[in-house]
């Protein structure tokens, strides 16, 4: 397991304490995490110390973690909880697990369902990140790398990931996380979920035609990753990992979206 930061470098009245140089590097290689006010870069840099004061880094089949690849990955998973109160509360949101497991790329996991008739089908699907619910992260180092220039394409694993941690604080993952008291002036958890999901589907509904004319008919390709037409509960990720780091180009896409996650990630 990888300690290193802990260890380096001593401890910060909210978790670790990050040296400049590294923190500068990330932030330079990551257009989206430069581009944020000084402001939310200090608030970033908070979550990120104590996040990596409560996680473990185990790199898999010998990988060495780095310093730098586990900070880069913590700034990642930490935008997502920048506007969501002081840190030890923000971070409740990852608190029912504890390991990230680094990969060097993408691998092979062998999956295996019971359809209706009770018959037992096993096969192997590809997987560059994986969030198991009260269990660990799986990402592959190749993706997370590469996040700094795929974001013009929307997507970032790292975020994708996250956010089903943050979709599983409601139970199974469906697409909409626990809301706030009062979200989008609702009364009620019942009207709360109902005011999400009244927006979040159609865009899914939406985009999901727009895959199938897209993959059967030639239509135009989505800018989206086609995997969140899978379901919604892949949807609602998927548009997250756009929505963080290509706000401009999401905005275009999905403008009835921005507001909704505004209201939630409290982006103003």
Same mark, same amino acid.
């Given at each position: 397991?990888?300690?290193?930061?802990?260890?380096?470098?001593?401890?910060?009245?909210?978790?670790?304490?990050?040296?400049?140089?590294?923190? @500068?590097?990330?932030?330079?290689?990551?257009?989206?995490?430069?581009?944020?006010?000084?402001?939310?870069?200090?608030?970033?840099?908070?979550?990120?110390?104590?996040?990596?004061?409560?996680?473990?880094?185990?790199?898999?089949?010998?990988?060495?973690?780095?310093?730098?690849?586990?900070?880069?990955?913590?700034?990642?998973?930490?935008?997502?909880?920048?506007?969501?109160?002081?840190?030890?509360?923000?971070?409740?949101?990852?608190?029912?697990?504890?390991?990230?497991?680094?990969?060097?790329?993408?691998?092979?996991?062998?999956?295996?369902?019971?359809?209706?008739?009770?018959?037992?089908?096993?096969?192997?699907?590809?997987?560059?990140?994986?969030?198991?619910?009260?269990?660990?992260?799986?990402?592959? !180092?190749?993706?997370?790398?590469?996040?700094?220039?795929?974001?013009?394409?929307?997507? @970032?694993?790292?975020?994708?990931?996250?956010?089903?941690?943050?979709?599983?604080?409601?139970?199974?993952?469906?697409?909409?996380?626990?809301?706030?008291?009062g979200f989008l002036g609702t009364r009620g958890a019942r009207?709360?979920?109902?005011? !999400?999901?009244?927006?979040?589907?159609?865009?899914?509904?939406?985009?999901?035609?727009?895959?199938?004319?897209?993959?059967?008919?030639?239509?135009?390709?989505?800018?989206?990753?086609?995997?969140?037409?899978?379901?919604?509960?892949?949807?609602?990720?998927?548009?997250?990992?756009?929505?963080?780091?290509?706000?401009?180009?999401?905005?275009?896409e999905f403008p009835a979206l921005v507001p909704l996650f505004?209201?939630?990630?409290?982006?103003?």
């Amino acid at each position: 397991m990888w300690r290193a930061i802990r260890s380096l470098f001593g401890t910060a009245p909210t978790g670790v304490e990050i040296p400049d140089p590294l923190w @500068n590097g990330v932030l330079a290689g990551l257009p989206f995490l430069s581009a944020l006010s000084q402001d939310e870069q200090a608030g970033l840099r908070s979550l990120c110390g104590g996040f990596l004061d409560r996680k473990e880094f185990h790199g898999a089949h010998g990988l060495e973690v780095t310093d730098a690849m586990a900070l880069s990955i913590a700034a990642q998973a930490c935008l997502p909880l920048l506007h969501l109160g002081p840190p030890a509360q923000a971070l409740g949101w990852y608190d029912d697990f504890v390991t990230v497991v680094v990969h060097a790329a993408g691998v092979v996991a062998p999956r295996e369902v019971t359809d209706e008739a009770g018959i037992v089908h096993r096969y192997d699907e590809p997987l560059i990140g994986e969030a198991m619910d009260s269990g660990p992260v799986t990402l592959s !180092w190749q993706d997370v790398a590469a996040a700094g220039d795929t974001a013009a394409e929307g997507t @970032n694993v790292v975020i994708h990931e996250f956010i089903h941690k943050i979709d599983m604080r409601g139970g199974e993952p469906d697409g909409c996380p626990p809301l706030p008291p009062g979200f989008l002036g609702t009364r009620g958890a019942r009207a709360a979920r109902a005011a !999400w999901l009244a927006v979040l589907e159609p865009a899914y509904e939406a985009f999901r035609e727009q895959v199938i004319v897209a993959e059967r008919f030639g239509g135009a390709e989505p800018w989206l990753d086609p995997y969140g037409a899978e379901a919604l509960s892949e949807f609602f990720p998927v548009a997250c990992e756009a929505y963080f780091v290509n706000r401009a180009r999401f905005a275009d896409e999905f403008p009835a979206l921005v507001p909704l996650f505004d209201a939630f990630f409290r982006r103003r």
